[in-house]
């Protein structure tokens, strides 16, 4: 199974600062690397996935990168709605074993 | 709009099966370009993938839980289904059900809104 690990479990960011949030795969899982937000009581929401390819309304300032082992979410210029946890997804393996990462919560600063 | 909504009971008996099924609307099961997957999150605790289906039938579990897991599609009631055997109180969770964004790996686009299953005598 490939573990996911991120980093840090929670960051404070003040709204209108940068907030860079990590994610690490035991092995390479190529480009097969999804994040998700996720608010009190609402189910995940998808927000990039291949990586780097933002979801269907998504707003531009989400952005991800990596390839690999190592991903990085970037959220350019923080909106109060933007503090929620964060999950990456790795989706390499066939047959389908879909693993998260343990999360990272965003709070406010 | 694609909605997903989940439904069955909201407490189970240890030892008991958890049955649930999500119902799919604004759109088919049936399409050949999509999963259908339960996915799980114990309260306060992070995301399990529990397993996936397509509308022909074919099902990929997590091996963590393949012994207990069964999911099923009723394509005629554009639902899916799942049951989990031997249940403890481990697997007292939110349980959503959601849509694949294809029909290789890929990750989940379209979720309900969860419920809350509490295993407990």
């Known amino acids: 199974e490939i573990v996911m690990t991120q980093s840090p479990a929670t960051l404070s960011v003040s709204p209108g600062e940068r907030a860079t949030l990590s994610c690490r795969a035991s092995?390479?899982?190529?480009?097969?690397l999804a994040w998700y937000q996720q608010k009190p009581g609402q189910a995940p929401r998808l927000l990039i996935y291949?990586?780097?390819t933002r979801a269907t309304g998504i707003p531009a300032r989400f952005s991800g990168s990596g390839s690999g082992t190592e991903f990085t979410l970037t959220i350019s210029s923080l909106q109060s709605e933007d503090f929620a946890v964060y999950y990456c997804?790795?989706?390499?393996?066939?047959?389908?074993?879909?693993?998260f990462g343990q999360g990272t919560k965003l709070e406010i600063k | 709009q694609l909605q997903l909504q989940e439904s069955g009971p909201g407490l189970v008996k240890p030892s008991e099966t958890l049955s649930l099924t999500c119902t799919v609307s604004?759109?088919?099961?049936?399409?050949?370009?999509?999963?259908w997957g339960w996915i799980r999150q114990p309260p306060g605790k992070g995301l399990e993938w529990i397993g996936s289906?397509?509308?022909?039938?074919?099902?990929y579990y997590n091996p963590s839980l393949k012994s207990r897991v069964t999911i099923s599609v009723d394509t005629s009631k554009n639902q899916f289904s799942l049951k989990l055997s031997s249940v403890t109180a481990a697997d007292t969770a939110v349980y959503y059900c959601?849509?694949?964004?294809?029909?290789?790996?890929?990750?989940?686009?379209?979720w309900g809104q969860g419920t809350l299953v509490t295993v407990s005598s």
């Open positions: 959601a849509r694949h964004l294809g029909v290789v790996t890929a990750p989940t686009d379209y």
């Open positions: 604004g759109g088919s099961i049936s399409s050949s370009s999509y999963y």
């Open positions: 289906i397509y509308y022909s039938g074919s099902t």
């Open positions: 092995q390479s899982v190529s480009s097969n």
């Open positions: 291949g990586a780097s």
């Open positions: 997804q790795q989706y390499n393996n066939w047959p389908p074993l879909y693993t």
